[in-house]
């Protein structure tokens, strides 16, 4: 049984992490103001490994005391995305940036951090290209500046290991759907319509279940890994903005896919990216994009209610 702290573990990752943590009999504390949604752990109240802390991850005199009090630190407190960084900047690096400071701060050599970053810092790769985990970060937006400059500083500490994610998708008890594959199905169901700008731009996805299983896989790896950092995404998920929607339009079949010409995606990313890092030390995500789609199309029919976005 391992201690672990996670700030935002109420949130898309975070909700599902805890969950399986405290299934594999870990203890879990959570840290989590509830801003997007209070109901996302509902269902481990009961449990008497599980602690939920209602409060800021940037309360100094609280992370110090936690940090002590836990073997593994995993930190998801975060503004996450381009567009809610951009409305609350200020946030944005307090949240994204100095609470992670704020956290090594207090690291002694028997804590163990995880570092979940984002793979957009890769920004714009090149056209025939794989990024790697040696590839220069070139973050386009203040997010991923803000997470680029926190891996930064993580690296610097010994006993830690970063993570750079894939775009994820899938169900979380705190559902998202502002991500490109979730956005993609929801607007498909809502709609039966889906506008693309960019439509070549390239991405990488990952399920939420396979971010979970590499954390796990993580914690009971740790020595093997740490002191590094690793792309996280599933390796055949590597395609288009258009090959995606022709993909949900398989299973979908009443989705018009329109491209618009001469409107840019706010949204600049485009690069395709090498997993092998990881794969060679033993993980390899394992939920495909097909089978993701189905169960997003299955949640967006029959769940009616208002799914809460970050911004």
């Known amino acids: 049984m391992k201690k672990i702290l996670i700030t935002g573990g109420a949130g898309y990752i975070g ?6 943590l405290i299934n594999l009999g870990h203890k879990v504390t959570v840290i989590d103001l509830l801003k997007y949604d209070n109901g996302s752990l509902d269902h481990l109240y009961i449990n008497k490994n599980f602690k939920f802390i209602n409060d800021d991850a940037r309360k100094s005199s609280l992370i110090k005391k936690c940090v ?4 593994y630190i995993i930190p998801l407190a975060g503004l996450v995305g381009a567009p809610l960084c951009e409305k609350n900047k200020k946030d944005a690096i307090t949240t994204n940036l100095d609470a992670i400071k ?8 028997k804590n163990k951090l995880i570092y979940l970053t984002t793979n957009s810092g890769y920004g714009i790769g090149e056209k025939d ?16 500046r803000t997470k680029c400059d926190a891996e930064y500083e993580v690296s610097k500490k010994k006993n830690t290991l ?7 998708f899938g ?38 279940k396979d971010v979970v299983r590499g954390i796990i896989f993580s914690i009971r790896n740790f020595n093997k890994l740490k002191s590094n950092v ?20 398989k299973q979908y079949k009443k989705l018009k896919i329109t491209t618009i010409k001469n409107k840019s995606d706010p949204d600049k990313r485009d ?15 394992k939920v495909s994009l097909d089978s993701g789609i189905k169960e997003l199309i299955q949640i967006f029919k029959n769940n009616k209610n208002k799914i809460i976005n970050n911004y």
Do not use: W
């Open 271 to 285: 690069y395709f990216v090498s997993n092998a890092k990881i794969e060679k030390k033993g993980f390899k995500a």
């Open 162 to 168: 970063s993570f750079r994610l894939a775009t994820v």
């Open 129 to 144: 290209k794989f990024c790697d985990e040696n590839s220069p970060l070139k973050p386009i937006s203040l997010y991923g």
């Open 68 to 71: 002590k009090n836990h073997e």
């Open 15 to 20: 909700s599902m992490l805890s969950t399986d």
């Open 171 to 208: 169900a979380s008890y705190r559902m998202r759907s502002d991500l490109l594959v979730n956005n993609f199905v929801q607007r498909a169901v809502n709609k039966n319509h889906i506008d693309i700008f960019e439509p070549k731009f390239r991405r990488n996805f990952i399920h939420i």
């Open 230 to 249: 690793y792309n996280l995404g599933l390796s055949n998920a590597n395609i288009t903005k258009i090959d995606l929607a022709k993909k949900i339009k």
């Open 102 to 109: 704020l956290i090594l701060k207090f690291l002694t050599k």
